[in-house]
Every structure is written in C-alpha cells, then in structure tokens.
C-alpha cells in the first residue's frame, strides 16, 4: 500500500460501505491488513468480525456479496470508504442498509430479503 493507515490498538479500521450508485451508506464495519488485502485482491469486500474474532467475506453465506469499485482512505488514515455495488441487501436483518431506522426508532429503510430463509 502506498498509502500510511492508522490502524487502532487492535489492528483494526472502521470502514464504511457506500453504494455506487445510490450513495446511501449501507454498512459499517472493520477491516484488518488481511481484510483490507483481500478486497483489493478479490474485489469483493472482506471485513474483520469484532464478535466473532474473524475474518469474513461479505455476502459468503448469504450470497449478498459487495463488488468493489474503488476503495478511499480519509485524510488522516483511519478510515475506509468501499465504494460497493451491493447484491441484495447489506443488513443482515433483511434491510438494504444496515442504517434503516431512525434514533426514534421509525422504519424508513426497505427490507429486501427476509433473514430466517437466508440464514441458518
């Protein structure tokens, strides 16, 4: 990478996944070196699962996967931006963006999928 990334005391970067064509912000998540490494390879989005201490390819069990157009870095370096052409939904609750809902909790997002016929 030419480019110097800032990664926290973990390892890790925020990074979020912006749709091509919409510009709606779908998804954020975190990326390690490894993730972020097979996503230039593959371009096709990889993040790192806080919770499940992983690396996981988006859309690997779902189908749902992110192609990536072109990945940004901020001005400081701590951040990344995919810019993605989504396949279905990015939210593993069934809603195209994981940001489907307000802070007063009304729905304004479109759930695309239903989770139980698409996840074990």
Not at 10 to 26: C, F, K, M, R, Y
Not at 45 to 73: N, P, T
Request: charged letters at 30%; glycine letters at 8%; a negative charge.
């Amino acid at each position: 990478m030419s480019v110097d990334l800032a990664f926290d005391e973990n390892e890790l970067l925020p990074a979020i996944a912006q749709d091509t064509h919409s510009g709606d912000v779908l998804m954020l998540a975190y990326v390690t070196r490894e993730a972020l490494e097979r996503s230039r390879e593959t371009n096709e989005a990889h993040y790192y699962s806080r919770s499940r201490d992983e690396l996981w390819h988006k859309g690997g069990s779902s189908g749902h996967v992110q192609r990536i157009e072109e990945i940004r870095i901020d001005c400081d370096g701590d951040a990344i931006l995919y810019l993605v052409e989504q396949e279905g939904g990015a939210c593993h609750t069934g809603y195209e963006s994981c940001f489907y809902r307000t802070l007063d909790g009304e729905i304004v997002g479109d759930r695309v999928f239903d989770p139980d016929d698409v996840y074990e």
